[in-house]
C-alpha cells in the first residue's frame, strides 16, 4: 500500500486501531477501538484481518483507521489473522459507500473484498516480458491512457464482445506493469475469455471462475502483484487489485450483474465508484448498454456498423388464429437447417418451452427438438440458457410483443437486451440468421432491432423514465418485511425524509413496500429501522436501485 493509501497523517508509529468486527449487523458499523500491542505495532494497517476481545470472546474484523494519537484505556488486539491486508484505503472508501447506498451493514461489505480463506504472503511476479503489436481498437486508447496514469471519462464500447479480438489491447497495461481487470456476467464467459487470453498473456493471467475457497483465495493473491489481468465474475467488483488501472465490464445491464439478495449490490455502480476514487479508466463494453450508464453522461464508441447481427422481421398480424406459437417461414428455415445439420436455438418463456418442443417435433414430423440442455439440432430456451450457449446458425424469438407486457418500468430496456444477446449467439459469418415474430413491425422495438443501434431507443426510454419520474431520473427502494412485523412499521416509513412511499402490497408471510425520490437521508433513516426490526425478529429485505417493482 502506498503512503497515500495510509489513512494516518503523522508518521508515528500507530497506538491504537479501530475494527470492525465480522458480525453481520448494523449495530458494529462504527466499529471499536482497541490499543496494539508493540509486537504487533509493524503488522497492523488498514485492511488488515485482526482477532479482538468482543462481548466475552474472540472475534475475528477488519482494521479501517489506525491512530497514534488515541489516549484512554482500551482492550488490545489479540493477533493478526493472514499475511497481508484486504483492502486500502482507497477501497474503504467505495465499501463504505456501498454499504450506505445499499443499507447494508459495513462488516458485509468488508467481507465482499475478502477471499475466503485467510491470503498468504503476495507472490512475486514470474510474468515475461509482452511483446504484443494490439490491432485498433476503441480499447486500445483507453488502455495507453491507463497505462500512462491519465484520466478519462467512463467509455461505452458498443458491439459483440464475443470475439475477443479486444484481449490483445490490455497489453500496454501489463507492459508498464499495472493491471486490468475484466467482469464477466458467468463463470462459462469467464472461461471462454480465458481460453483465448492464456496464450496472450500467460502467467499474466488470473482467473476467478471457481466455486472452491481454495482457489478463489488463490486468485485473489495473484491478483495483488501489479502487472496482471484479472478475469472473474461480478465478485471480484469489490477485490483490491494491484496496480489496478482499467476495469472492463462485459454487459453491465444483465441481471446477473446485480446480487439478489441484500445488499443488493451492482457491479455497474462499485465500478463506477472506484473509478472516481481510484482514478482508474472504465469501459462498458456490450451490444445495450443501461441507460444508468447513458444517462451519466458516459462517452460512447463503437466496434463496426451494428451492435449485433442482422435480424429478420417476421409479421405474423396477418396469420390466422390458431396456426400455432411459429410461424410457416420460422417452421421452413429450421426444418433447413436441420437438414444442413446445423444448430437452431428457439428462445421463449419458460411457461412456453415444452409447448414449443412439442410443436416443433410435430410439425417436422421428427423428434428434433429438445431442452436448452440437450444434445437436439433445435433447442429451445430462456434467457438463462443464453450465457453457455454454443454460437448457433439460427435464432429464433417467438414472441417478442409479450416480451414489453411484464411488470415494472424496465421492460423494454430488458427486451432489447436479451434480443441482443440472442442476436449475438450466431456464429459468425454468412449463411446465419436470426428471425423474430411478432404482431407490430412499426414498434420501437422492431426498428431498433431492425437498425442494430441501441442508442435511439434507449434515449427515448430515458425520456419516458423522466416522465414518469422512475430510475434514473429518481432513487428508488423496495423494502420487504416478513415475519412478526413491528408494529408501526408503515408510519415509520411514510415519515422517511423526501421519501415517497407506496405500498404495502401483502407478500406470503409479509410485506413489500416502494421508496421513491431523493432518498439519500432516507438511506440512512432507513439503516436505523432495519437494525430495529432486525433486533425484533423480523427478516428484512431492503433492494437497493431495483430492477423490477
Not at 497495461?173 to 481460453?195: F, L, N, P, W, Y
Amino acid at each position: 500500500m502506498g503512503e497515500g493509501d495510509r489513512p494516518n497523517v503523522d508518521t508515528k508509529e500507530p497506538l491504537a486501531a479501530r475494527v470492525v468486527p465480522n458480525i453481520a449487523t448494523f449495530a458494529v458499523d462504527d466499529g471499536f477501538w482497541y490499543s496494539i500491542p508493540d509486537h504487533l505495532a509493524g503488522d497492523i494497517q488498514t485492511g488488515s484481518i485482526v482477532r479482538v476481545p468482543l462481548g466475552g470472546r474472540r472475534v475475528r474484523g477488519w482494521v479501517v483507521e489506525t491512530s497514534s494519537n488515541r489516549e484512554g484505556k482500551l482492550k488490545e488486539i489479540a493477533g493478526v489473522s493472514g499475511a497481508v491486508a484486504v483492502f486500502d484505503n482507497r477501497l474503504l472508501r467505495t465499501l463504505m459507500w456501498a454499504a450506505q447506498h445499499y443499507v447494508a451493514p459495513i462488516s458485509v461489505l468488508l467481507g465482499k473484498a475478502t477471499p475466503p480463506n485467510l491470503p498468504k504472503p503476495i507472490p512475486v511476479a514470474t510474468t515475461s516480458d509482452l511483446s504484443l503489436q494490439p490491432g485498433e481498437h476503441p480499447i486500445l486508447d483507453l488502455a495507453v491512457a491507463a497505462a500512462s496514469g491519465e484520466r478519462r471519462p467512463s467509455r461505452v464500447v458498443l458491439g459483440r464482445w464475443q470475439p475477443l479480438d479486444w484481449l490483445d489491447s490490455l497489453a500496454p497495461i501489463v507492459e508498464v506493469g499495472r493491471s486490468a481487470m475484466v467482469i464477466a456476467a458467468s463463470a462459462a464467459e469467464v472461461d471462454r475469455i480465458c481460453k483465448r487470453a492464456r496464450p496472450i498473456y500467460g502467467e499474466a493471467l488470473v482467473q476467478i471462475a471457481s466455486t472452491r475457497d481454495a482457489e478463489v483465495t488463490r486468485g485473489w493473491e495473484l491478483a495483488q502483484t501489479p502487472g496482471r489481468i484479472v478475469v472473474g465474475t461480478p465478485r471480484v467488483s469489490t477485490w483490491m487489485v494491484g496496480g489496478l488501472s482499467l476495469l472492463v465490464v462485459l454487459e453491465e445491464g444483465r441481471r446477473a450483474m446485480k446480487d439478489r439478495q441484500t445488499p443488493t449490490v451492482h457491479v455497474r455502480e462499485v465500478v463506477r465508484k472506484r473509478s472516481l476514487i481510484e482514478g482508474c479508466a472504465v469501459a462498458f463494453f456490450g451490444p445495450t448498454p443501461s441507460v444508468e450508464v447513458l444517462s451519466a453522461g458516459a462517452e460512447v464508441t463503437r466496434v463496426g456498423n451494428r451492435a449485433w447481427a442482422l435480424v429478420e422481421i417476421v409479421d405474423r398480424s396477418d396469420e390466422a388464429p390458431g396456426s400455432g406459437q411459429l410461424s410457416s417461414s420460422v417452421v421452413a428455415a429450421i426444418r433447413a437447417m436441420v437438414d444442413a445439420k446445423q444448430r437452431s436455438f428457439v428462445f421463449t418463456s419458460h411457461r412456453m418451452i415444452d409447448q414449443i418442443v412439442r410443436e416443433i417435433n410435430a410439425r417436422l414430423g421428427a423428434p428434433v427438438a429438445g431442452i436448452a440442455s440437450s444434445a437436439s439440432p433445435v433447442t429451445v430456451g430462456t434467457e438463462r440458457d443464453l450465457a453457455g450457449l454454443r454460437p448457433v446458425s439460427l435464432t429464433v424469438a417467438t414472441n417478442i410483443d409479450g416480451m414489453l407486457l411484464g411488470p415494472g418500468y424496465r421492460t423494454g430496456e430488458e427486451a432489447l437486451r436479451q434480443l441482443a444477446r440472442l442476436a449475438n449467439s450466431l456464429k459468425p459469418g454468412s449463411g446465419h440468421r436470426m428471425m423474430v415474430q411478432t404482431f407490430d413491425v412499426a414498434s420501437p422495438l422492431v426498428q431498433a432491432l431492425r437498425k442494430g443501434d441501441p442508442i435511439p431507443y434507449l434515449e427515448r426510454v430515458l425520456v419516458e423514465r423522466a416522465k414518469t419520474g422512475v430510475p434514473p431520473a429518481t432513487d428508488m427502494i423496495a423494502v420487504e418485511v416478513r415475519g412478526e412485523l413491528p408494529d408501526g412499521l408503515d408510519l415509520e416509513l411514510r415519515e422517511l425524509p423526501d421519501a415517497l412511499v407506496m405500498g404495502p402490497i401483502e407478500l406470503e408471510q409479509g410485506r413489500r413496500w416502494l421508496l421513491e425520490g431523493d432518498l439519500g437521508e432516507a438511506r440512512s433513516a432507513l439503516r436505523q429501522l432495519a437494525r430495529r426490526w432486525r433486533d425484533s425478529g423480523s427478516t428484512v429485505r431492503i433492494d437497493a436501485d431495483p430492477i423490477d417493482f
